[in-house]
């Protein structure tokens, strides 16, 4: 079983990335995808619920620090998840995971600053 954050990177203020992670090994289209993140000083147990989709696609949810700003997507013939992150601002500086079910990524760095 793996998943596999990419897509993280150094981006100015205003700035864009978008994340993929690539599921194998299980029934990824079957669960919901979630991002969160870990933001610097903070342990991982206390990381931030981002953005979750369901199974198909139909259903997102997002915290409020993002909603407006990052859109959460799924290609489930692919087996992937992404998120489309606009408008980046310094806070959202993290270590950036994917989860479905009780599986998790390696994480990807994101670093917002000028």
């Known amino acids: 079983v793996h998943l596999v954050e990419s897509g993280g990177g150094l981006v100015q203020p205003g700035g864009s990335l978008r994340l993929s992670c690539a599921a194998s090994?299980?029934?990824?289209?079957?669960?919901?995808g979630t991002w969160y993140r870990q933001a610097p000083g903070k342990e991982r147990d206390e990381s931030e619920w981002v953005a979750e989709i369901a199974p198909g696609g139909g259903g997102t949810g997002y915290a409020a620090s993002v909603k407006g700003r990052f859109t959460i997507s799924r290609d489930n013939a692919n087996n992937t998840l992404f998120l489309q992150m606009n408008n980046l601002k310094p806070e959202d500086s993290a270590v950036y995971y994917c989860r479905a079910s009780k599986y998790w990524g390696q994480g990807t760095q994101v670093t917002v600053s000028s």
């Open positions: 090994g299980f029934g990824f289209s079957a669960f919901v």
